[in-house]
């Protein structure tokens, strides 16, 4: 089964810190991971995919197979970066590439 | 990046009614339109995948004749909420993609159920 596990609620970081946002998946095969991002009263938008291997407003995010994991990581956070992250991953079974979200990390970053 | 509209952003009802939620792919042919609803503070739960011309396929435990989704043309997908109760009450979010390309989010819609 498709599962995307995303252990924290909440990550609470002071501004300049390093923040680190857990994601473990769990698929039979080969999974396309995505790192989504909703600002407050914004629409859900593409933050990352772990294809692209790009860094984007200082994110990076490495799939590791054999942990199954797919950690969001900046080196130093911005106030501006507080938000809802979504970890997902859409599989190739079936008739439809469909996006399985997990439960979302709230970052909130202290002054 | 692609823009996916939903219309309306806002709407109560009363119990009973019917309601229909627009999302509309702006300024690309989608062939695949998704609906999620997110309870507050929760994820997003697929509800359905919707491709143009056929059947949408549900996910297990979303009642197909409760939520009716029609995906028309590649640029327009409608969810109704038929006879809805304050049960129902949700943030309903669409999104749409084109193959295997990113999927794009509408903004949302507030469905209050009263």
């Known amino acids: 089964a498709q599962r995307v596990t995303q252990p924290e609620k909440l990550l609470s970081v002071f501004k300049g810190a390093p923040v680190e946002l857990k994601c473990n998946y769990s698929y039979s095969g080969s999974p396309e991971l995505f790192w989504y991002v909703q600002y407050s009263r914004q629409r859900l938008q593409l933050l990352l995919r772990h294809i692209s291997r790009e860094s984007i407003k200082g994110f990076t995010a490495d799939l590791n197979k054999g942990e199954t994991s797919f950690h969001l990581k900046k080196p130093f956070a911005q106030e501006e970066d507080s938000a809802m992250y979504y970890c997902?991953?859409?599989?190739?079974?079936?008739?439809?590439?469909?996006?399985?979200f997990g439960t979302g990390t709230l970052l909130a970053v202290q002054p | 990046g692609a823009v996916v509209s939903q219309h309306p952003s806002r709407v109560i009802c009363k119990s009973g009614t019917s309601v229909k939620i627009e999302c509309r792919s702006l300024?690309?042919?989608?062939?695949?339109m998704f609906w999620y609803r997110q309870f507050p503070k929760q994820s997003l739960m697929l509800m359905a995948t919707s491709n143009e011309g056929s059947k949408a396929t549900y996910e297990q435990g979303v009642e197909k004749d409760k939520f009716l989704i029609n995906h028309a043309s590649l640029t327009l997908s409608t969810l109704t909420v038929t006879s809805a109760h304050p049960e129902d009450s949700s943030f309903y979010i669409c999104?749409?993609?084109?193959?295997?390309?990113?999927?794009?989010f509408g903004q949302g819609t507030r469905l209050t159920v009263v």
């Open positions: 997902a991953l859409r599989g190739y079974g079936g008739a439809t590439n469909k996006l399985i």
């Open positions: 300024d690309f042919q989608a062939t695949t």
């Open positions: 999104s749409a993609s084109l193959g295997s390309t990113e999927a794009f």
